[in-house]
């Protein structure tokens, strides 16, 4: 499983979620959703509201999209939850 986070560098929230996943051992990818080259892939996830994280299975699926700020503890959780349910 992966972690996609969408952000903007202008967001409130995002200042305070972003250095908190950054320092956990999430290691999430993080989408800067102000960047003119990440538009189409916000666009295709409907991303619009910030932050936006997706939990990412194996093959691409996306398995859980969570808005707002979440602890990675929380994160670590639902994906805990998603391998018992035999999903990766």
């Not at 409130?12 to 290691?27: D, N």
């Not at 997706?54 to 998603?82: A, F, K, S």
């Amino acid at each position: 499983m992966k972690i996609r986070v969408f952000y903007s560098k202008d967001c409130a929230r995002c200042k305070v979620y972003i250095p908190i996943l950054k320092m956990s051992k999430l290691k999430p990818v993080f989408v800067d959703s102000e960047a003119d080259a990440n538009k189409e892939l916000c666009d295709k996830y409907d991303v619009d509201e910030l932050p936006h994280t997706q939990i990412i299975g194996d093959d691409g699926t996306i398995l859980i999209n969570m808005l707002g700020v979440r602890t990675p503890q929380y994160i670590i959780q639902e994906m805990q939850r998603l391998k018992k349910e035999g999903k990766k």
